[in-house]
């Protein structure tokens, strides 16, 4: 089994400044890709950011200039920083992990629970 667990969320005023870290564990055999998404109520999930294995990244215009995605592979980790925060950035954010568990399996998606970033004064 894979595991995702996030930290670093929580209350921050408008401007201010958040690390969120993702670290996988279990069986995987090889990382594609991590990311973080975000969801708020009654909406879709919608893309943050996202780095591949190679380190190629990927950003939602809305984030662009202000986050910053990396990662560390000898721990399973994926990181994002988060600078400049405005109140719509308030959401629950979800790490995703898109891996193989063995070299015969297919590539899947893996989630974590998700962690609370609130945005306000």
């Known amino acids: 089994q894979v595991q995702l667990v996030e930290s670093g969320g929580g209350l921050v005023q408008p401007g201010g400044s958040l690390r969120l870290s993702c670290v996988a564990s279990?069986?995987?055999?090889?990382?594609?890709?991590m990311g973080w998404y975000r969801q708020a109520p009654g909406k879709q999930r919608e893309l943050v950011a996202a780095?591949?294995?190679?380190?190629?990244?990927n950003y939602a215009d809305a984030v662009k200039g202000r986050f910053t995605i990396s990662r560390d592979d000898a721990k399973n980790t994926v990181y994002l920083q988060m600078n400049s925060l405005k109140f719509e950035d308030t959401d629950v954010y979800y790490c995703?992990?898109?891996?193989?568990?063995?070299?015969?399996?297919?590539?899947?998606?893996?989630w974590g629970r998700g962690i609370l970033v609130t945005v306000s004064s």
């Open positions: 279990g069986s995987i055999f090889r990382v594609y890709a």
């Open positions: 995703d992990l898109v891996a193989r568990t063995w070299v015969g399996a297919g590539t899947m998606d893996y």
């Open positions: 780095i591949t294995s190679g380190g190629s990244t």
